[in-house]
């Protein structure tokens, strides 16, 4: 890790607080012809290092994870979060009967209790954050940037933190 990584529960909660308000990710995975970002919501608003997303066996997110299971997951809102993390297959009917609603019914023209229905849990390892909730803070750091400067202290919006 650079020396720029964070390396605790702090970080966790900051990463938590920035994509609590966030519903659609960007879920992308490899694949043989690069990788594949596509919309995703995620299932477990309590981040505590894993994120979990509903889905279908029979899609290609499904069979690039079963090939290569490393996966990004970015989040924009009023701050930008990338995550980076192993992701997997879990089969559990009672966190799908959990987390499945009426939206996804429709949706998904399917139930919870769908076999083709599953859970992928990402194992989260870093992530990197950009806190621009503060405007003033947020242009001078990329000014600073654009001149060449590195923005000195905690002036500095961009950190790479250690989910572990």
Do not use: C
């Not at 009023?78 to 949706?107: F, M, P």
């Amino acid at each position: 890790m650079s020396n720029g990584t964070v390396v605790n529960q702090e970080a966790v909660e900051i990463v938590k607080d920035i994509i609590k308000d966030v519903e659609t990710a960007m879920f992308s995975t490899i694949s043989e012809g690069g990788i594949n970002s596509r919309p995703m919501q995620t299932q477990d608003i309590e981040f505590d290092g894993d994120l979990w997303f509903l889905t279908k066996r029979d899609t290609s997110k499904y069979a690039e994870i079963m090939a290569n299971p490393n996966v990004n997951i970015a989040y924009v809102g009023k701050s930008y979060v990338s995550i980076r993390g192993t992701a997997e297959v879990v089969e559990d009917v009672e966190r799908k009967k959990a987390l499945w609603n009426a939206a996804y019914e429709k949706l998904l023209q399917t139930s919870y209790d769908d076999p083709n229905m599953i859970l992928i849990k990402v194992n989260t390892d870093t992530a990197e954050y950009w806190e621009t909730g503060n405007k003033t803070k947020t242009v001078k750091a990329f000014f600073k940037k654009m001149v060449g400067q590195q923005p000195e202290g905690n002036s500095d919006i961009n950190k790479t933190v250690d989910l572990h």
